[in-house]
Each structure stands twice: as structure tokens, then as C-alpha cells.
């Protein structure tokens, strides 16, 4: 099947894959008939009985026909065909300029008072991101719901500040990418050599804390610039 027929049969699918989620299929059986899909879809009964064995033959949906009602299920394949049509929707409406990512405010390790106050840092910082950042980062704790969201930062184009070697020891590169929180102007910085895939750290020049009146636990909002 060429590319765009596979297009065409998955968006066929989809309208009676989404029916049968919405009544509970992807996680139990559901008991529908040929009549009620057909309904639901706004087609025949004949129609929608045929649907029912494109379905089948597609390994979208499982069937089991009992005594009275036949009762159907998603398949993984059905499921993942459902959460790649969510994707594109997601990155219709929520995947513009910018991301907006929740998270929690935690105490750091004091690793990013460190960094940030380098030289060979600091420069790069006041030229490319227009500020002189604050003596220190404000560590925020991003939830696994919205960890997708960060990982959607990273594929996006970065302000690259350049690694450096100082006192015979190297520092490595660190992305960033400007960003508010309360509308206050800041920015993440993403080091390319750290562990931490679930902890924002965010510079601005204010102390964030202070300035907004945050604690550890106090729930934040960074909006992240994607362009």
C-alpha cells in the first residue's frame, strides 16, 4: 500500500477506533453492534458491518462473538494509530511558539551558583540572552505527565553558550532557551552533560525567589520559547 493510500486507510479507521475508545475499547471489550457503529459513524448497518471487518482484517480490533452481542476490543496497533493521530493534534494545539511546562520548585545542589558565576559563561550569557543572570539558578521539578514537554525543548533550536577550559578543567557547552515565568523574562539552560532529564534549571537576573515569592514546593509555570 502506497504512502498516501496508508494515509487515506488510516484516516477510514480512525473515526470507528476513536468510537470504540470513547466507550471504554482500549482497555476492556465494549458491546456494540454493526447497528450502533453505524449510527455513530452515520453510516449502514452494511457499512459499518464492513468497517468492523476491515478493522479485523487490519489488526486494529479484537472480536469476540458470544451467544447474543459481539464485543470488541483495540489492539495495540489500534491504540497506537489512536495516540499518533492525539500526536499531530498535540502539535497542532499546543506545539506553537512555545511550551508551557508545570513543575515544582526544589532546592538545588549548588552546582548552578557554580557554574553560572564562571566567566567564560557569564560573558556569553549577557551577550546571547540579553541578561546578566542572578548568582545562582532556580531549580524547578518537572512531574513524568510533562516530561514530554521538555523533551519537545530539547528537539527545538537552542541558543548554544560555548564550552570552555579554565584552570585546566573543561566546561562543556550549554543550551538555553529563553523563557518567562510569571512574565518575568528568563531562561532555561539545558548543560549538555547533565544526568537530570526531570529538573529544570532557569537563570534569570533577579533572584526568582525573592522576586516572586517562591518556596521549595511552590508550583510554577515556565513558558519556554520554541523559536
Same mark, same amino acid.
Not at 134 to 163: M, S
Given at each position: ?36 457503529? @453505524?449510527?455513530? +459513524?452515520?453510516?449502514?448497518?452494511? $457499512?459499518?458491518?464492513? #468497517? !468492523?471487518? =476491515?478493522?479485523? &482484517? /487490519?489488526?486494529? *480490533? ?15 496497533? @489500534?491504540?497506537? +494509530?489512536?495516540?499518533?493521530?492525539? $500526536?499531530?493534534?498535540? #502539535? !497542532?494545539? =499546543?506545539?506553537? &511558539? /512555545?511550551?508551557? *511546562? ?113 518556596n521549595d514546593g511552590s508550583e510554577v509555570e515556565v513558558r519556554v520559547n520554541l523559536i
Amino acid at each position: 500500500m502506497s504512502e498516501i493510500s496508508q494515509s487515506e486507510g488510516d484516516e477510514k479507521f480512525i473515526l470507528a477506533l476513536r468510537r470504540i475508545a470513547l466507550m471504554g475499547g482500549m482497555h476492556d471489550y465494549v458491546i456494540i453492534s454493526s447497528r450502533e457503529l @453505524g449510527e455513530m +459513524l452515520t453510516m449502514s448497518q452494511q $457499512s459499518a458491518s464492513k #468497517r !468492523i471487518l =476491515e478493522l479485523l &482484517d /487490519e489488526g486494529l *480490533i479484537s472480536r469476540d462473538l458470544g451467544a447474543r452481542r459481539q464485543r470488541i476490543k483495540l489492539t495495540q496497533k @489500534g491504540v497506537d +494509530l489512536l495516540r499518533k493521530e492525539y $500526536s499531530e493534534y498535540q #502539535r !497542532i494545539f =499546543e506545539m506553537r &511558539d /512555545e511550551v508551557a *511546562i508545570k513543575g515544582t520548585v526544589i532546592t538545588g545542589m549548588g552546582e548552578g551558583q557554580y557554574y553560572v558565576t564562571q566567566p567564560g559563561y557569564i560573558e556569553q550569557f549577557s551577550e546571547k540572552l540579553g541578561f546578566t543572570p542572578y548568582e545562582g539558578t532556580l531549580n524547578v521539578k518537572v512531574p513524568a505527565n510533562e516530561l514530554h514537554k521538555v523533551q519537545t525543548v530539547k528537539k527545538a533550536k537552542p541558543i548554544v553558550v560555548k564550552g570552555f577550559e579554565r584552570n585546566g578543567r573543561t566546561f562543556g557547552d550549554v543550551e538555553c532557551h529563553k523563557a518567562t515565568i510569571q512574565n518575568v523574562e528568563c531562561a532555561i539552560v539545558l548543560p549538555t552533560r547533565s544526568h537530570y532529564d526531570d529538573v529544570l534549571e532557569v537563570l534569570c537576573k533577579y533572584h526568582l525567589r525573592r522576586t516572586l515569592g517562591l518556596n521549595d514546593g511552590s508550583e510554577v509555570e515556565v513558558r519556554v520559547n520554541l523559536i
